[in-house]
């Protein structure tokens, strides 16, 4: 039903930038809500920045407060991440996800549609 493809992940230095994109199709992009997850190896699934489908952002996670921005464009049916000032405790696979709904969820079992992941490694 939702096909999500993420991009942008690449081996950079500490204090550098990166732009993960996650493109959508399959439905009306503007109906989700959508959220960025991580996964290191040998640790669970963690929540980093989630958008509602009306654009407000849910920003709980403390790691990525500051240093990180969700963002959505609904004409190109595509999500960002910006991370700026990467540390390397940011290494790990990052996920997109959608979920039919106008909220936001912090645990992943609550979303139905993942991308396979872009792996983005923080090197020191």
């Known amino acids: 039903q939702v096909q999500l493809v993420e991009s942008g992940g690449g081996l950079v230095q500490v204090g550098d930038s990166l732009r993960l994109s996650c493109t959508a199709s399959g439905r009306t992009f503007s109906s989700l809500s959508m959220a960025w997850f991580r996964q290191a190896p040998g640790k669970e699934r963690e929540f980093v920045q989630g958008?509602?489908?009306?654009?407000?952002?849910?920003d709980y996670a403390g790691f990525a407060r500051g240093r990180f921005t969700i963002s959505r464009d609904n004409a190109k049916n595509t999500l960002y991440l910006q991370m700026n000032s990467l540390r390397p405790e940011d290494t790990a696979v990052y996920y997109c996800?959608?979920?039919?709904?106008?909220?936001?969820?912090?645990?992943?079992?609550?979303?139905?549609?993942w991308g396979q992941g872009t792996q983005v490694t923080v090197s020191s």
């Open positions: 996800a959608a979920r039919v709904s106008r909220d936001v969820a912090v645990g992943p079992d609550l979303y139905m549609y």
């Open positions: 958008i509602r489908s009306s654009g407000v952002i849910a």
